[in-house]
């Protein structure tokens, strides 16, 4: 069960998804902003089952916590990249690199093969594709455009070509910025993927700022954009919620629960175990 503001939060997300599974707009990142214990993680959670549910065997949703990923750079870089590779995004990369390879080595009589959709693509990506499935040498830096996170997303880039990916990175505010950021912009920078990236971070977090300057003149500008999302948490909005959420209170029940509550999670939990 949602908010009203949670559930806006839920059908804009959807929106951004329907034009990226279409092919209609290339990738994208969308930022979903609010303070903890706003419900993030509840939108995060209901937009990844009603994708899952709806498109489970023509899209793929890859969905990363990264509160729950290790310390140290370098080992929450390796924990990305295993996030970003989930068996099934192995098992399509691993398609579209024999693919690849049968279209290199192939000599039809006519140009055919160039008009089939997928030529372009693979030969763009192809290096990539090899190299992080062989497991090549990566750069020490975990963070940079060699690292094995960025290479893993360039990866799942090349595989939204013919399945379209929702790839959800909750608490993304837990990642240092320069890995948050070389992740991001390689899963949305390539113009033929199909990939949305919906990172839930803090209001006024360094990587939202970071992200948002960056795409406004770089190698993802216009990719980036900002959820609409009302981050009011007060009494008021508290008592709000308590009344949308249990129609059955009256104002004064919902006001005492609103009193008694610093967040909207807090909220949540009274009403679906109350007291």
């Given at each position: 069960?949602?908010?009203?503001?949670?559930?806006?939060?839920?059908?804009?997300?959807?929106?951004?998804?329907?034009?990226?599974?279409?092919?209609?707009?290339?990738?994208?990142?969308?930022?979903?902003?609010?303070?903890?214990?706003?419900?993030?993680?509840t939108?995060?959670?209901?937009?990844?089952?009603?994708?899952?549910?709806?498109d489970?065997q023509?899209?793929?949703?890859?969905?990363?916590?990264?509160?729950?990923?290790?310390?140290?750079?370098?080992?929450?870089?390796?924990?990305?990249?295993?996030?970003?590779?989930?068996?099934?995004v192995?098992?399509?990369?691993?398609?579209?690199?024999?693919?690849?390879?049968?279209?290199?080595?192939?000599?039809?009589?006519?140009?055919?093969?160039?008009?089939?959709?997928?030529?372009?693509?693979?030969?763009?990506?192809?290096?990539?594709?090899?190299?992080?499935?062989?497991?090549?040498?990566?750069?020490?830096?975990p963070?940079?455009?060699?690292?094995a996170?960025?290479?893993?997303?360039?990866?799942?880039?090349?595989?939204?070509?013919?399945a379209?990916?929702?790839?959800?990175?909750?608490?993304?505010?837990?990642?240092?910025p320069g890995?948050?950021?070389?992740?991001?912009?390689?899963?949305?920078?390539?113009?033929?993927?199909?990939?949305?990236?919906?990172?839930?971070?803090?209001?006024?977090?360094?990587l939202?700022?970071?992200?948002?300057?960056?795409?406004r003149?770089?190698?993802?500008?216009?990719?980036?954009?900002?959820?609409?999302?009302?981050?009011?948490?007060?009494?008021?909005?508290?008592?709000?919620?308590a009344?949308?959420?249990?129609?059955?209170?009256?104002?004064a029940?919902?006001?005492?629960?609103?009193?008694?509550?610093?967040?909207?999670?807090?909220?949540?939990?009274?009403?679906?175990?109350?007291?």
């Amino acid at each position: 069960m949602l908010g009203g503001r949670q559930q806006a939060a839920v059908t804009e997300l959807a929106q951004w998804w329907e034009g990226i599974r279409h092919g209609d707009v290339g990738s994208h990142a969308v930022m979903l902003a609010g303070p903890v214990g706003w419900g993030r993680s509840t939108v995060l959670d209901q937009l990844s089952a009603n994708i899952s549910a709806a498109d489970a065997q023509a899209s793929l949703v890859v969905r990363i916590s990264c509160q729950s990923l290790p310390g140290g750079l370098g080992s929450r870089a390796a924990a990305l990249r295993d996030g970003l590779l989930t068996a099934e995004v192995r098992r399509q990369a691993a398609a579209l690199l024999c693919r690849g390879r049968l279209l290199n080595t192939a000599r039809p009589a006519s140009g055919s093969l160039l008009m089939s959709g997928i030529t372009g693509t693979i030969s763009l990506l192809l290096t990539s594709l090899a190299a992080t499935l062989a497991g090549g040498a990566a750069d020490d830096y975990p963070a940079s455009e060699d690292g094995a996170a960025a290479r893993a997303a360039r990866l799942v880039a090349a595989v939204s070509a013919s399945a379209p990916i929702l790839v959800v990175i909750d608490d993304a505010d837990y990642l240092e910025p320069g890995l948050a950021v070389a992740v991001i912009e390689n899963l949305i920078d390539h113009h033929e993927s199909r990939v949305l990236v919906v990172a839930a971070v803090d209001l006024g977090s360094d990587l939202a700022a970071d992200l948002t300057s960056r795409a406004r003149c770089g190698r993802t500008a216009g990719r980036v954009h900002r959820a609409v999302a009302d981050p009011r948490m007060g009494r008021r909005s508290r008592a709000e919620l308590a009344e949308e959420l249990s129609p059955h209170l009256t104002p004064a029940e919902a006001e005492q629960l609103a009193r008694r509550t610093e967040t909207f999670a807090e909220i949540f939990a009274a009403v679906q175990f109350p007291c």
